[in-house]
Nanobody, 123 residues
Framework: QVQLVESGGGSVQAGGSLRLSCVVS????????LGWFRQAPGKEREGVAV???????TYADSVKGRFIASKDNAKNTLYLQMDSLKPEDTAMYSC?????????????????WGKGTQVTISS
């Protein structure tokens, strides 16, 4: 059974930082493409960052230069370091996995999803 469990969300002021974690079980992180996605109330889900199986990353334009996605294959864990946070970053953040080489930043084709962790940024 594949499970993805996110943690690290919370409430911080604008300009602050948070680090999200996603523990993956049931599928090797080294054999998967992994990604972070977010959804704010009343808005469609959007891709934040994906790490392809070859280690290359793709970021949404809105987070480039502020967020860094990484993974630790030994711990089967995906991370998202978020700096210079803005109120518009407020959303439920979820991780997802695809058993393939490349992930779409849109989230299309992801095989497994976590339940999410809430991030709230106040101005």
């Amino acid at each position: 059974q594949v499970q993805l469990v996110e943690s690290g969300g919370g409430s911080v002021q604008a300009g602050g930082s948070l680090r999200l974690s996603c523990v993956v079980s049931g599928v090797p992180a080294s054999m998967s493409c992994l990604g972070w996605f977010r959804q704010a109330p009343g808005k469609e889900r959007e891709g934040v960052a994906v790490i392809n199986r070859d280690g290359t990353t793709t970021y949404a334009d809105s987070v480039k230069g502020r967020f860094i996605a990484s993974k630790d294959n030994a711990k089967n864990t995906l991370y998202l370091q978020m700096d210079s946070l803005k109120p518009e970053d407020t959303a439920m953040y979820s991780c997802a996995a695809h058993q393939g080489w490349y992930c779409a930043i849109s989230g299309y084709g992801m095989d497994y999803w976590g339940k999410g962790t809430q991030v709230t940024i106040s101005s």
